[in-house]
């Protein structure tokens, strides 16, 4: 009988999940990461409604201690990038580096199984030609999860099963009902597990960050208000600045050196060309010459057409890994250092990495 690990978060789709490959009759059992006290989606609630869905499928739960490992990766990564001027995104660090990586050596060490499968909306194949493993969107575009994935390594995808990846979200609702899951009517989480534990974004870094007053100012170096704190601040931001001008203003730069917080119109925060480190290529190998993809440099962002122009590895700051320069087709809105961008040719994820902070 096939053998499988289901990470269960206490929400409806891992939930859902966990039931398809059990009822499939798959020998499945539950592992919940122990990331951090306090309430939300993976953390005390959750583990209760994980620990309550294996009781109701007749499966083993397991519950796996990662708060050091969830501190180092995520909330000090967190805390150093916010301090250093830039947005990180925690979710694909989170997925390579807490949980799937993790989940699958325990899996294997400990419970000699070889397969974990998640509640993510994405989808997994193999192309024997190119023997890899290819990273796809999912079905359904609306909840497709692919964008936080793209740091999943060979390794990790050859190890790994997305059962809701070619369902919709209303099929993975209704089937929920119908196995009479006590998740099937649980709300969505809509935040980050960090912002659902502390309450907000600016809380959590209030833990971390002393917040010192600085100058708003425009492109010209001219004053126009005051913020609270470099690090409340992301580019592209419209809202909340507290300065007024015959046109919308956005965040354009941020400069934690100097204290400042720089703004311009909405031409100003949009660029036509971007650098990204730590590369990972997912779906095909390291190309030697430019390639053209659609690039997303946000979750919910529009791919745009782009020439992606292999950098290689900077030998003076290996640290950053697999470099590219992105060359789009039109000006790009909001271009936040920190963020992934992430390129697909179709459906097909071939590769993401992380924005450089500007020079």
């Known amino acids: 009988m096939n053998k499988v690990i289901v990470g269960l978060s206490g929400g ?185 534990a502390s309450g907000s974004m600016r809380t959590f870094l209030d833990k971390y960050i002393t917040p010192y007053q600085g100058e708003i100012v425009d492109l010209e170096g001219r004053v126009l208000g005051k913020h609270d704190g470099v690090h409340y601040y992301t580019i592209g931001q419209r809202k909340g600045l507290g300065v007024s001008a015959p046109y919308p203003l956005y965040v354009i730069d941020l400069d934690p050196v100097m204290n400042r917080v720089i703004v311009g119109d909405r031409n100003s925060a949009s660029k036509m060309e971007s650098t990204v480190k730590l590369v990972n290529w997912v779906s095909i190998a390291p190309p030697n010459q430019s390639i053209r993809a659609k690039v997303q440099v946000r979750y919910r962002s529009l791919p745009i057409a782009a020439n992606i122009i292999p950098l290689g590895v900077n030998e003076e700051k290996p640290q950053d890994g697999f470099r590219v320069k992105l060359i789009f087709e039109e000006a790009v809105f909001g271009i936040t250092p920190g963020q992934a961008a992430v390129w697909y040719e179709g459906d097909i994820l071939l590769g993401g990495g992380i924005i450089e902070k500007k020079e």
């Open 12 to 196: 409806v789709d891992s939930s859902t999940a966990a039931a398809i490959l059990h009822y499939q009759g798959y020998e499945v059992e539950g592992l919940t990461l122990w990331l951090m006290k306090g309430k939300g989606q993976c953390c005390s609630e959750g583990m209760v409604d994980a620990a309550y869905i294996c009781e109701e499928l007749g499966i083993p739960h397991h519950i796996v201690d990662t708060r050091d490992l969830f501190q180092v990766n995520i909330v000090d990564y967190l805390v150093t990038g916010y301090s250093a001027g830039i947005t990180p995104l925690p979710c694909s660090q989170c997925n390579k580096t807490v949980k799937f990586g993790p989940m699958l050596t325990y899996g294997r060490e400990k419970l000699g199984i070889d397969k974990i499968a998640t509640g993510h909306y994405a989808q997994i194949d193999y192309d024997s030609e190119r023997d890899r493993y290819l990273l796809k969107r999912a079905v359904d575009r609306n909840k497709d999860q692919s964008y936080f994935l793209y740091n999943l390594t060979q390794y990790l995808l050859a190890g790994s099963v997305f059962p809701l990846g070619k369902m919709l979200k209303s099929e993975t609702r209704r089937i929920a009902a119908e196995y009479n899951l006590k998740t099937a009517d649980k709300p969505e989480s809509q935040d980050l597990c960090l912002v659902e």
